[in-house]
């Protein structure tokens, strides 16, 4: 079985490509950020005729994350206990999707399914702009709710096979780090409090791609001639609880994805996973196919 990630940039403009590299690659399970598009601007029938089934969490033109499955996807989430908002006051009217834990409306940056008997979450973690902006504070509530939750969530089911998957934009050890412009310390992704919420999550989960591909960007900014200087950095990541990292096989970041026509500034990251590794209730479906 193959899971992947992909900060897309746009599903709307990228559709064709990331369907044409699905199909190619035969990934089962894809978590999909900054779709920035709203569930009725989806292009949900190309998707079907490629046989995948969707999930979908976006509010506008900003942010917003989905899945696209070959298997059913249930248990579905687009929030989690705690989670903080950003941006101003709703008055007069209720947000979206709420309000967050801080009173403000709650972005479209997260969406959970449970596929047979893997928990699997697309994030998009707020990026945070610069170290004294109210977004930076935000981003760090923000992965400090997730964290809560995941703790909560393993101390419930120490054996469920969970992966927190997506965008992180923390660059968590200076190999991460290839863009100049941003400075270890002093710039966000790379500052020291990111940088321990990010290891804060390592008793609970790991990410399981490093050890198979210890080297490797997984984002080249379009400006200044990034990608062809590999001036990169690994923000995308799979972080699996011990269950998930016990079943993959392989991994890998596709990084010819960068290249070619109208490409996203992410690549996508793979994780193979053994599904003969978790209870009978996915094995058996992995064998059925779809049905629309």
């Given at each position: 079985?193959?899971?992947?990630?992909?900060?897309?940039?746009?599903?709307?403009?990228?559709?064709?490509?990331?369907?044409?590299?699905?199909?190619?690659?035969?990934?089962?399970?894809?978590?999909?950020?900054?779709?920035?598009?709203?569930?009725?601007?989806?292009?949900?029938?190309?998707?079907?005729?490629?046989?995948?089934?969707?999930?979908?969490?976006?509010?506008?033109?900003?942010?917003?994350?989905?899945?696209?499955?070959?298997?059913?996807?249930?248990?579905?989430?687009?929030?989690?206990?705690?989670?903080?908002?950003?941006?101003?006051?709703?008055?007069?009217?209720?947000?979206?999707?709420?309000?967050?834990?801080?009173?403000?409306?709650?972005?479209a940056r997260a969406l959970g399914v449970t596929v047979g008997d893997l928990r699997l979450w697309s994030l998009y973690v707020p990026n945070g702009r610069s170290l004294d902006d109210p977004h930076f504070t935000y981003k760090l509530a923000w992965l400090e709710a997730l964290r809560a939750n995941t703790e909560a969530w393993l101390a419930e089911d120490p054996d469920l096979p969970l992966a927190?998957?997506?965008?992180?934009?923390?660059?968590?050890?200076?190999?991460?780090?290839?863009?100049?412009?941003?400075?270890?310390?002093?710039?966000?992704?790379?500052?020291?409090?990111?940088?321990?919420?990010?290891?804060?999550?390592?008793?609970?989960?790991?990410?399981?791609?490093?050890?198979?591909?210890?080297?490797?960007?997984?984002?080249?900014?379009?400006?200044?001639?990034?990608?062809?200087?590999?001036?990169?950095?690994?923000?995308?990541?799979?972080?699996?609880?011990?269950?998930?990292?016990?079943?993959?096989?392989?991994?890998?970041?596709?990084?010819?994805?960068?290249?070619?026509?109208?490409?996203?500034?992410?690549?996508?990251?793979?994780?193979?996973?053994?599904?003969?590794?978790?209870?009978?209730?996915?094995?058996?479906?992995?064998?059925?196919?779809?049905?629309?």
């Open positions: 079985m193959r899971i992947a990630t992909w900060n897309v940039n746009s599903i709307r403009t990228r559709y064709g490509r990331v369907i044409d590299w699905l199909v190619r690659n035969d990934i089962d399970v894809l978590a999909m950020q900054e779709i920035k598009c709203r569930p009725d601007q989806f292009p949900v029938e190309a998707f079907a005729q490629a046989g995948y089934q969707l999930e979908i969490n976006g509010l506008n033109q900003w942010n917003g994350v989905a899945f696209a499955s070959r298997h059913e996807m249930t248990d579905v989430a687009r929030t989690f206990d705690g989670m903080p908002g950003f941006g101003a006051p709703i008055k007069g009217q209720e947000a979206v999707q709420g309000e967050g834990a801080n009173g403000l409306p709650i972005e927190l998957m997506g965008d992180w934009n923390i660059a968590p050890l200076d190999g991460d780090m290839g863009d100049p412009s941003f400075t270890v310390g002093r710039s966000t992704h790379v500052s020291p409090d990111e940088r321990s919420m990010f290891a804060s999550f390592a008793p609970l989960v790991e990410d399981v791609v490093r050890p198979i591909v210890p080297e490797g960007y997984t984002f080249w900014d379009y400006k200044a001639g990034r990608f062809p200087k590999d001036e990169g950095m690994r923000i995308d990541f799979i972080m699996g609880s011990r269950a998930f990292a016990d079943a993959v096989t392989g991994a890998s970041i596709e990084r010819d994805e960068r290249k070619g026509d109208a490409p996203s500034d992410h690549v996508p990251v793979v994780s193979d996973v053994d599904p003969s590794l978790f209870s009978g209730s996915f094995e058996d479906e992995y064998d059925r196919p779809m049905v629309f």
